[in-house]
Nanobody, 126 residues
Framework: QVQLVESGGGSVQSGGSLRLACAAS????????MAWFRQAPGKEREGIAG???????IYADSVKGRFTISQNKAKNTLYLQMNSLKPEDTAMYYC????????????????????WGQGTQVTVSS
């Protein structure tokens, strides 16, 4: 069973950048499909980026071209590089992992993930 801990959130001005990290323990991320989700106040949690153990990625349209998901297997860590941040990116960001493969678009589906971190807050001011 994998445990996930996010870090790297904070406050930034519009147009700025942040890099989130998700440190895994208890198991290697090579055994998991992983993704980043976010939840803004009053809104449902949404998938924004997913990655397979082989490195195939998928992004939500809202972040495509601005965010990059990556993984460092030696550090057992998942990353989310966020550039050109907008106020609408303000949310709690969560990483998630699961061992069950479905289809690539399912990496953005909240129902497909069993393991979750506690979240890290990102606030973007205009």
């Amino acid at each position: 069973q994998v445990q996930l801990v996010e870090s790297g959130g904070g406050s930034v001005q519009s147009g700025g950048s942040l890099r989130l990290a998700c440190a895994a323990s208890g198991s290697t991320i090579s055994n998991y499909y992983m993704a980043w989700f976010r939840q803004a106040p009053g809104k449902e949690r949404e998938g924004i980026a997913g990655i397979t153990s082989g490195g195939t990625t998928i992004y939500a349209d809202s972040v495509k071209g601005r965010f990059t998901i990556s993984q460092n297997k030696a550090k057992n860590t998942l990353y989310l590089q966020m550039n050109s941040l907008k106020p609408e990116d303000t949310a709690m960001y969560y990483c998630a992992a699961d061992q069950q493969w479905w289809l690539l678009p399912d990496l953005l589906s909240i129902d497909r993930f069993e393991y979750w971190g506690q979240g890290t807050q990102v606030t973007v001011s205009s």
